[in-house]
């Protein structure tokens, strides 16, 4: 697992499989000033993390080994112990982080909330397929126990900071990106990635995959770092090109089908195979 420092505040760890990203964001808490009345929020922390600490913990690598070190990663990056894990969506890749942090609260958009009830025990059984596709031994089983359904758009507190959430559906049916406004981030879930192109997945469309990337067009400007959920960081100038990129390709995945080119640079075997299942699911929406 690959891991880099984007912003004091920020932390990006990179999965060895599927390049799958695991953002690490902490915002620091304001002292009570002398003499006020109430008592500051007060955060269980570890190692030799700052008192005034909160840390979150947004989708998550996929590899056992990654996953164990994650406690360790962030208490010698003086990152507290995180309060709350984030997911963008409700794909299975994206919510591991309950296996290091089983006790931390579990937050996502309210569609994906409606998802995962919707559905139930679908990550887990998706999770055990790729184990065991992959001979993957886990030391206990995915258990997502309470999610806590957050409204998007809107905004999520973390010490004196807000993250805001912003709706992002299309490559599922359900879906949120985060900007972390103070580091100038934004974690746009399965979106704007330099190695795979838009994927149609379950409950996925042309034409919400589409309203997300407007929506998102104007944060790039602003954003110093995109971190999608698979693939490297990019700066905006590289995410507002692969942004262009990815409606170019919807719009003709729409009008042509088969026949829509996909964008240079992820035209691999694999690439491939996900525009044949984007056809069969753009058919039959």
């Known amino acids: 697992m690959r891991v880099v420092s ?3 505040d920020v932390l990006i760890a990179t999965s060895r499989i599927w390049q799958t990203t695991c953002t ?3 915002g620091a808490q304001v002292p009570a000033a002398s003499g006020t009345s109430g008592s500051p929020l007060t955060v269980h922390m570890s190692g030799g993390a700052s008192p005034q600490a909160e840390a979150f913990v947004i989708d998550s690598p996929i590899l056992p080994d990654e996953l164990e070190i994650l406690p360790a990663l962030l208490e010698q990056s003086r990152f507290p112990r995180p309060s709350g894990l984030l997911v963008t969506h409700a794909d299975w890749d994206h919510l591991l982080a309950r296996l290091a942090f089983p006790d931390a609260t579990l937050g996502c958009a309210a569609s994906s909330a409606e998802r995962m009830r919707s559905t139930p025990g679908a990550p887990q059984r998706e999770l055990r397929a790729f184990d065991e596709d ?3 031994h886990r030391p206990a089983p995915l258990a997502l126990g309470a999610v806590q359904a957050l409204d998007v758009p809107g905004g999520c507190e973390i010490a004196q900071h807000e993250l805001a959430l912003h ?3 299309g490559h599922t049916s359900d879906g949120m990106a985060v900007w972390i406004g103070w580091a100038g981030v934004l974690v746009a879930g399965d979106y704007l990635s330099a190695v795979e192109i838009p994927v149609l997945g379950e409950g996925g469309s042309i034409d919400a995959y589409l309203a997300t990337l407007e929506r998102l067009r104007p944060l790039l400007s602003a ?4 971190v999608p959920g ?3 960081v990019l700066d905006s100038e590289r995410a507002s090109a692969i942004l262009d990129e990815d409606v170019a390709y919807l719009r003709a995945l729409g009008e042509s089908g088969a026949g829509a080119e996909l964008p240079d640079g992820r035209r ?3 690439q491939r195979a996900i525009h044949t299942e984007n056809v069969a699911r753009a058919l039959v929406n």
């Open 134 to 136: 992959h001979y993957v």
């Open 167 to 169: 709706p992002a559906e």
């Open 6 to 8: 984007l912003h004091p």
């Open 223 to 226: 954003a110093e770092h995109v």
């Open 268 to 270: 691999t075997k694999a």
């Open 230 to 232: 698979h693939g490297p």
């Open 24 to 26: 690490i964001v902490r």
